[in-house]
């Protein structure tokens, strides 16, 4: 009878399947009502009482194991069909995944930060929120001066007056003030104006600054940097400079590229000139140098600022400066193949 037991106690541990119905003919098999523990407890009844406390203990064990064994076996089934439920088939191809794109006003800027950067330029940043000094009056607008009315103000508090920055010359400041020259830096950033919106303009949009400062900085030196600058981005290598005023620059200029009639388009967007404006620009006010402590009697600089919108509108064709800002899916996702 031990060595009966024995064996059924290593069939019952050798046991494997995940088929229920496997499972219910083993259950049936041990334990039931005709099963082999009932009639090995049958037996039991004719065992020598002398080993009856042996023999008992082994068939109680016998028992436990097969019930054991069963649960074990329920459960990891129900395990594997649940997780069924949840991955599915597991050996059906995977499904593809949703790449997302990058928004095209971020592919230009870096496309900007890129060309800058190969002529020894780096990106310096500031805060959004601004007071007074660092984006009018040390920028030459002190109070009162018209040209404040240049770029409608988000105020956020008065006197002192703070301010939603109205353009990312006020990083430049802040950059001045806190390095000695040589200073070769781009300042890309959020800028925001009082406006009404329309396809052409919004409230909110994004700017590129740049700021050179040293020793005999030149007006050609702009020149050349800026015909740099539209050749790499744009590939056209013809440029004008218009008399313009800002009243941080001085002479300041309005920068056009020659962008071609060759096509309709041309002839929309350059309303039949073929010439573009894309940027103003000029050498920088002594006076905005001796404000952020710049000895302007030893150094001279330029500065040139653009809206990345407006060139993102230009590359792209795209009508309406709102699609920017309206994270429609079936716009961003054109820029997938974009970097
Ligand atoms: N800050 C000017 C603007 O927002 C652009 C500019 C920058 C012009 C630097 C000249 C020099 O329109």
Known sequence: MKQKINDHLNDIQDFRTDSSEQIEAFRIKYLGSKGILKQLFEAFKEVEPSLKKEIGQSLNHLRNSATDKINELKGSLEQKQSDKKVYGDLSRPGESVQLGARHPISIVKNQIIEVFSRIGFNVSE??????????????????????????????????????????????????????????????????????????????????????YIDTDVSFADLKQTLLYFTKEMFGKSKIRLRPSYFPFTEPSAEVDIYWGLETEIDYKITKGTGWLEIMGCGMVDPNVLKNANIDPEIYTGYAFGMGIERIAMLLYQIPDIRMFYENDVRFLEQFKSVV
Not at 128 to 152: G, S
Not at 165 to 186: A, D, G, L
Request: proline share 8%; hydrophobic share 35%; charged share 25%.
């Open 126 to 211: 500031g805060p959004e929120i601004e007071d007074d000094w660092h984006n009018f009056t040390a920028l030459n607008l002190p109070e009162y001066h018209p040209a404040r009315d240049m770029q409608d103000t988000f105020f956020i508090e008065k006197d002192p007056d703070i301010l939603l920055r109205t353009h990312t010359s006020s990083v430049q400041v802040r950059y001045m003030e806190n390095h000695k020259p040589p200073i070769r830096t781009i300042s890309p950033g959020r800028v925001f104006r009082n406006e009404d919106i329309s396809a052409r303009a919004h409230c909110i949009f994004h700017q590129v600054e740049g700021l």
